[in-house]
């Protein structure tokens, strides 16, 4: 830098940029000592900016970067840094820094800007009322920087560099990506705005832009960009996660200290230290040449074979050195998790994906992947190369895995941990909305999906998904609606040119062409593909540039029956028929398509069965669907047997295990009999799958139920007319949807048997396409509910279109228009709201239910029954009843919150949020929901019970139960045992 600009530069030492903070009262006093000076905090920034390109960003978004620009590594590097550097050059602005003076520890900062002398013209000339945000200031004046740099420069292509300073923090400027003179939008303002600054501001901000671009040496990769007509519209958003990333770390006040000067002692660059002590994890970095291990990655004898789908699969990636959408479509219990982690590890070695993020369905089904993951990870991770692994989702506490992970956690300022047993960690840096940074990740399928919704810090998900190989499992299960953002998901990642993998047992063709056209659609291909074979099955399909290759998998020949029986949708018949066919025993799954309904068939059973029946459903707490499902794996999973020794792992001579979906969800169970509420045909295969699971020797089966049987109830008229079916299953599922798949299956029932292998497929695609005969006498009735699903499908489109970042190719390469709109939902603070809008749902309630005696709360005594204590309002508590508290989450029930009155019931039980509880991680903005003694409580005037058995009961279903009367005092353990032995 020369003397005329390091003169320049030297006001802006005066200028704050971050100041000193800390809860610690022992600390406070430095809140008026420490500071960090602007020019500092913008060479700081470049500084990580660089070195996380050089040593952590994945290889392929690196070298997406230099292909596109023509750009060497280091050139991408210096681009990077140099975008990092110039983020905040907007805090060297008057209204920026006159904030200071109303800040209550940050106010005699605000005398140093002033001494700076830089604000006096602006203070004579600025309207005061004008107060842009930093972001947006910080863009406007990086674009009247840059044409001093690059005369001659395209405005345009300028503007898709200045992009990322307008978005660091996390919605975009919104600022036209033309050079306008009218007063139509906030651009000409601005710009007079800065005019009146007068010179010697300019000379700052020119200083401080040429400081960065001389640190960074970035000046030949912005005029090759300039050149190439600036970024693409999926560089825009990866480079502005990238910066809100190494601002974030550059922030940090533990990493990069603050001082009394405001400034380091030298000019040296203090990122290298910062990062040592951050310690991220690399990023995935599998040897190109060395074939894989697959007996070690899956811990498989090494005799082990892979089955069709698993070489199919392998083959049909090995050295692909593009970005393509596989599809693996297979029966269940076929491999198909294997075949997608051996296809994204053949896809990491040929195009240096940096890592992998894997979505499912539910919270259950992602705590039920972790520690599959987390054993692959294992077979090629060690200590000296350690990985990211983390759970994504709103109860991710509660994963006993994630928790042992969680203590490998290298945190700031921690030492390397060396209890780690391995090389698989939870680094505590990608929390929150930095989750999809980690190299790894299991979490819902919402988490990814949001990738294609206007949020705030979308820019994130995208530098997250961008350098990985991303896995979609059961992508059969999405509705329409979560189905149209999972098609505007795939052409985000085709434009980011990240490979996908879905995964599905019962995916239609109509939905597989839509998948696959709009991963093509953001390719956008070099020439019109032809024409592709239709799906076959079982099948694995790979659509990149060039079209759609389809590879059919090798059939099992052996068949896997089912006897369809339908029974009459009473209780006394189904008490009747379950203990008819379990004389002899048996294991026995009733799955039911509504708590209520659920709780019912409880009810009668247990009363028969009181020892040997359970009750599994969303509306328990957290802990006990956790300790049901441990409990049931246990007895009822692959491991276990009559003969067993262990009491854990001893199959019980009767189970009858009453459930709503959750029993269809990742559950490792085999049932010997199962009863079923209709539903579709996916579904109904998926429950039985649950039948006759796994090879078992005779004697662990009764002779009765040796062979696979399903007894279908809640279907309300039988005969010629169309079927009536109940209406909680209607509203569920859609009357088409369950009237077609009552046709595919009628020739299957009441004598005749499904083979769930061979026969899958085909009723799966009839009751998808629509191609599917009925009975004269349905056909009225059949195509006018086929019409209104049509509709209701296109409304649902329609819907999800609302919030949708618009398609890659129609955002004019302008971020502003791609994000317009993203500063209303906020993924992390309204997780339930956001999950919302990426799902066909309306937003529920989640609560933490605590018993409250005598004006004193307690934890719910069949979680903690030696606890007498009352819970602390006003101090943290302990680590323990932390997580017992946050075990204690429930879902309310809509009949006791309506979609409606949720914004209500919110603010009602804020009232009761305990403030010393905001501290603990666990239990930060949760809400409390408190029953009385009797097990009574109330929202909004709506009066429940919550049974330790049933969970939420409204009063008339508790008297028609015809339950005891529930009593309980905290201190009163002689009842203990009488209240919960059925638990």
């Given at each position: 830098m020369t003397e005329e600009c390091a003169g320049d530069l030297a006001p802006a030492f005066l200028l704050p940029a971050k100041s000193f903070r800390t809860q610690d009262p022992a600390l406070m006093h430095l809140q008026e000592v420490l500071w960090l000076a602007l020019p500092q905090h913008l060479r700081d920034s470049a500084d990580v900016g660089m070195a996380l390109a050089q040593d952590w960003l994945p290889r392929s978004i690196s070298e997406r970067l230099a292909n596109r620009y023509s750009l060497s590594s280091d050139e991408v590097c210096a681009l990077l840094g140099f975008l990092a550097g110039t983020h905040d050059l907007g805090k060297a602005e008057s209204s920026w820094q006159s904030r200071l003076e109303h800040s209550p520890t940050a106010a005699w900062l605000a005398d140093k800007a002033l001494s700076?002398?830089?604000?006096?013209?602006?203070?004579?000339?600025?309207?005061?009322?004008?107060?842009?945000?930093?972001?947006?200031?910080?863009?406007?004046?990086?674009?009247?920087?840059?044409?001093?740099?690059?005369?001659g420069a395209d405005y345009t292509a300028i503007c898709t560099l200045t992009a990322s300073a307008g978005c660091h923090h996390g919605v975009p400027s919104n600022l036209p990506y033309l050079e306008l003179q009218r007063d139509d939008t906030d651009l000409p303002a601005l710009n007079r705005h800065l005019d009146n600054h007068g010179a010697s501001c300019a000379r700052v901000w020119a200083a401080l832009t040429r400081d960065i671009?001389?640190?960074?040496?970035?000046?030949?990769?912005?005029?090759?960009?300039i050149g190439a007509g600036g970024l693409t519209i999926t560089d825009q958003l990866t480079i502005a996660g990238f910066v809100s990333m190494s601002d974030w770390i550059a922030s940090n006040q533990e990493l990069f200290p603050l001082t009394e000067s405001g400034a380091?002692?030298?000019?040296?660059?203090?990122?290298?230290?910062?990062?040592?002590?951050?310690?991220?994890?690399?990023?995935?970095?599998?040897?190109?040449?060395?074939?894989?291990?697959f007996s070690k990655r899956f811990g498989w004898p090494d005799s082990a074979a892979l089955r069709a789908c698993q070489r199919t699969a392998q083959a049909a990636v090995k050295g692909l050195n593009e970005p393509a959408l596989v599809v693996i479509s297979e029966e269940m219990g076929r491999g198909k998790t294997e075949a997608a982690l051996l296809a994204a590890e053949e896809i990491a070695k040929a195009r240096g994906a940096g890592g992998l993020a894997f979505g499912l369905p539910t919270q259950v089904t992602a705590n039920a992947m972790l520690p599959r993951i987390s054993d692959w990870l294992r077979s090629f991770s060690t200590a000296e190369n350690q990985h990211s692994l983390r759970l994504t989702h709103g109860r991710a506490h509660l994963s006993s895995e994630f928790e042992r992970l969680v203590r490998h956690t290298r945190a700031v300022n921690a030492e390397q941990n060396d209890t780690a047993d391995d090389g698989v960690i939870a680094h505590a840096w990608f929390s929150g909305r930095k989750s999809l940074l980690s190299d790894f990740s299991v979490s819902t399928v919402d988490q990814i999906l949001m990738t294609a919704l206007k949020s705030r810090y979308v820019t994130l998900r995208h530098l997250g998904v961008s350098g990985k190989v991303i896995i979609f499992d059961e992508v059969h299960s999405l509705d329409p609606y979560s189905t149209a953002y999972l098609e505007r998901t795939l052409m985000w990642l085709a434009a980011h040119q990240t490979s996908v993998i879905l995964l599905s047992a019962t995916l239609d063709s109509a939905v597989h062409d839509r998948l696959e056209r709009a991963y093509a659609h953001g390719l956008r291909p070099r020439r019109p593909a032809a024409a592709a074979q239709s799906p076959s099955y079982p099948q694995v399909s790979v659509t990149t540039a060039e079209g759609t290759q389809r590879?059919?998998?090798?059939?099992?020949d052996e068949h896997r029956q089912v006897h369809l029986d339908i029974i009459d949708d009473n209780l006394a018949f189904l008490r009747r028929k379950v203990?008819?066919?379990?004389d002899d025993g048996g294991v026995v799954g009733i799955v039911c398509n509504t708590v209520q309904r659920a709780q019912d068939a409880y009810c009668t059973l247990s009363d028969l069965w009181p020892e040997e029946?359970?009750?599994?459903?969303?509306?328990?707490?957290?802990?006990?669907?956790?300790?049901i499902e441990a409990r049931l794996t246990d007895q009822l999973g692959k491991k276990s047997a009559r003969s067993s020794e262990d009491p854990a792992s001893q199959r019980p001579y009767r189970r009858i295990v009453v459930g709503t979906q959750v029993l269809e969800q990742s559950l490792d169970v085999d049932f010997d009999l199962l009863v079923s509420d209709f539903a579709p045909v996916d579904a109904l295969a998926q429950r039985a799958g649950r039948l006759h699971r796994h090879d078992r020797p005779d004697s662990d089966r009764p002779s009765q139920l040796r062979c696979a049987r399903m007894l279908l109830r809640g279907i309300t008229r039988r005969g010629p007319q169309p079927p009536l079916f109940d209406p909680g299953s209607e509203s569920i599922y859609g009357s088409y949807i369950l009237l077609a798949s009552a046709a595919a299956l009628s020739e299957n029932f009441n004598g005749g048997t499904w083979c769930i292998r061979h026969d899958l497929y085909p009723k799966v695609e009839a009751v998808g396409t629509g191609s599917i005969a009925v009975p004269s006498e349905w056909e009225s009735e059949f195509r006018q509910a086929q019409r209104d699903h049509k509709q209701a499908v296109r409304n649902a489109c329609r819907r999800a279109s609302a919030h949708q970042i618009s398609p890659p190719g129609k955002a004019n390469n302008n971020l502003g228009r791609a994000l317009d709109g993203a500063d209303t939902l906020d993924a992390d603070r309204s997780e339930e709201i956001v999950a919302a809008s990426v799902r066909d749902i309306e937003p529920s309630l989640e609560a933490i239910l605590v018993m409250q005696c005598d004006g004193l709360l307690y934890?719910?005594?069949?979680?903690?029954p030696s606890q007498t204590s009352a819970i602390s309002e006003t101090q943290a508590p302990p680590t323990w009843l932390s997580k017992l508290l946050a075990d204690s989450t429930v879902r309310l029930p809509r009949w006791l919150v309506p979609p409606y009155q949720v914004d209500e019931a919110i603010d009602s039980l804020e009232a009761t949020r305990i403030g010393a509880w905001?501290?603990?991680?666990?239990?930060?903005?949760?809400?409390?929901?408190a029953i009385d003694s009797d097990f009574r409580g109330q929202v909004l005037g709506t009066h429940f019970r919550f049974h330790p058995c049933y969970g939420f009961l409204r009063e008339e279903q508790f008297s028609q139960y015809k339950l005891q009367e529930m009593r309980e005092s905290p201190s009163a353990d002689e009842q203990e045992e009488e209240l919960y032995e059925d638990l």
């Open positions: 700076s002398g830089l604000f006096d013209e602006a203070q004579k000339r600025c309207d005061p009322t004008v107060k842009p945000q930093h972001s947006v200031t910080s863009d406007v004046i990086l674009r009247r920087q840059l044409p001093l740099f690059f005369p671009l001389d640190r960074t040496g970035a000046h030949s990769a912005l005029e090759k960009i380091h002692s030298s000019s040296e660059s203090r990122a290298a230290a910062a990062l040592d002590q951050l310690n991220l994890t690399q990023s995935w970095s599998p040897e190109p040449d060395r074939p894989i291990p590879y059919d998998v090798e059939v099992v203990e008819q066919l379990t029946t359970v009750l599994l459903h969303s509306q328990l707490t957290a802990a006990q669907r956790a300790q934890p719910l005594p069949w979680l903690a905001q501290s603990d991680f666990r239990l930060k903005g949760q809400l409390v929901l």
